[in-house]
């Protein structure tokens, strides 16, 4: 098709930038067959459990292969109500206030498509998720970013939203444990944050997709806390913690208004998340807490080892108390985070992503991703610290 098509793209599509973490792996892909190790995608290195399988498995066989009610399947409604107030605290209607949906990404340009006029403003925390200033310039809002900063350990703060705030804000976007940081913030920091957003009067989502996932003291969700269930959607799903990305289905959990404006529009584009999906996420929620506990034990070793090499070889990097992430400095190595990337990547065959693709407030730093096996790990850390020993001659 010729170029000139151009002239049929939205406008305020053309405006949006390509993905970070996608242009980086063209290089990658590039690469195929030279013995990669990837710290790049923030995938689970681990196959969805066999019982969950076996459970869509069944599914087909038995001919469950029509639409569902566009909220989702009452039984796994049920389940996920039942899950949430037990690993979260919050209860919640499944007739009225959850909407099971394709991925926690679906939820969320749900919530944006629902909530958002144009000219709205939407607050995020930075270093942030590819997706989430795109995804609130794609209905016309206007993003407001909050820096974090490695000296706190990437958490959000009050005062950090106090001194980004702007007459507007309408919406504050959440995602504790972070990707791509691992930070997350403690009880007494989430407290000062829902004051803030009761003050401004702010609707809060939560993506809380890595909760589970969590492995230096408890996971808070900010809608358990006083005064913020009524003004918070809480977004979460199977992705992470139950090793189900390919599977798409996540859910989103709200006051019934709120659950049922995001309703109208899933049930005009989506219609429903697929039946199988979430015949295998009622089985993961009924009999997988086992396959999670197992899987996490996995990531906080692979955690442990990640960062103290990085620290060892001379990359600062926190110790991210949730999340598969680490997010290493490379301002002492002399070269930029992109530099650092691209020259790890040719010369030790090891791939992580340049910081800025999350965000300014990613300069300076790379991400990598520890779900992928410990000896693989190894390997990586040992390559690059041959990379690093090398820029430092």
Not at 55 to 72: D, M, P, Q, V, W
Not at 76 to 98: C, K, M, S, W
Not at 200 to 212: A, C, G, Q, R, T
Not at 337 to 360: D, R, W, Y
Request: glycine share 8%.
């Amino acid at each position: 098709m010729s170029t000139t098509s151009n002239r049929w793209v939205a406008g305020h599509v053309a405006a949006l930038p390509r993905s970070g973490i996608r242009d980086f792996f063209e290089l990658v892909a590039k690469m195929k067959g030279q013995d990669v190790i990837s710290l790049g995608v923030g995938e689970p290195d681990f196959v969805t459990p066999w019982h969950v399988r076996k459970a869509a498995i069944t599914a087909l066989e038995e001919g469950k292969t029509y639409y569902t009610s566009n909220l989702g399947m009452p039984e796994l409604r049920r389940a996920v109500a039942t899950y949430v107030t037990e690993h979260f605290g919050v209860n919640y209607r499944p007739e009225d206030q959850i909407i099971i949906t394709v991925g926690v990404s679906e939820a969320l340009d749900l919530a944006f498509r629902a909530f958002c006029n144009p000219g709205d403003k939407v607050m995020y925390h930075q270093p942030c998720y590819v997706s989430y200033h795109p995804s609130i310039s794609l209905v016309h809002a206007e993003g407001v970013a909050v820096p974090t900063y490695a000296k706190d350990n990437f958490a959000l703060t009050a005062e950090a939203l106090r001194a980004a705030w702007v007459p507007g804000c309408k919406i504050l976007m959440l995602n504790l444990p972070c990707n791509p940081t691992g930070g997350t913030c403690d009880r007494t920091q989430l407290e000062a944050i829902a004051a803030f957003c009761r003050e401004k009067d702010l609707l809060v989502l939560s993506d809380e997709i890595y909760s589970e996932l969590t492995f230096d003291g408890t996971h808070t969700s900010i809608a358990s806390l006083p005064g913020m269930q009524d003004r918070t959607i809480f977004l979460h799903g199977f992705s992470k913690a139950f090793a189900m990305t390919g599977w798409r289905i996540g859910y989103a959990c709200g006051p019934e208004v709120l659950i049922d404006a995001m309703m109208k529009v899933h049930q005009y584009s989506m219609m429903c998340a697929s039946i199988i999906a979430q015949e295998a996420a009622l089985e993961a929620l009924n009999n997988g807490w086992d396959d999670v506990c197992e899987m996490r034990d996995q990531y906080h070793r692979r955690r442990d080892l990640i960062v103290r090499r990085f620290n060892e070889i001379g990359l600062t990097c926190h110790s991210p108390r949730g999340s598969f992430y680490a997010f290493p400095s490379t301002q002492g190595i002399g070269m930029t985070e992109k530099e650092f990337a691209i020259g790890l990547l040719k010369e030790q065959k090891v791939a992580v992503i340049p910081g800025t693709a999350f965000g300014v407030n990613g300069t300076g730093h790379v991400r990598a991703c520890f779900a992928t096996g410990y000896e693989q790990l190894v390997i990586a850390c040992d390559r690059m610290e041959k990379f690093v020993q090398g820029a430092k001659k």
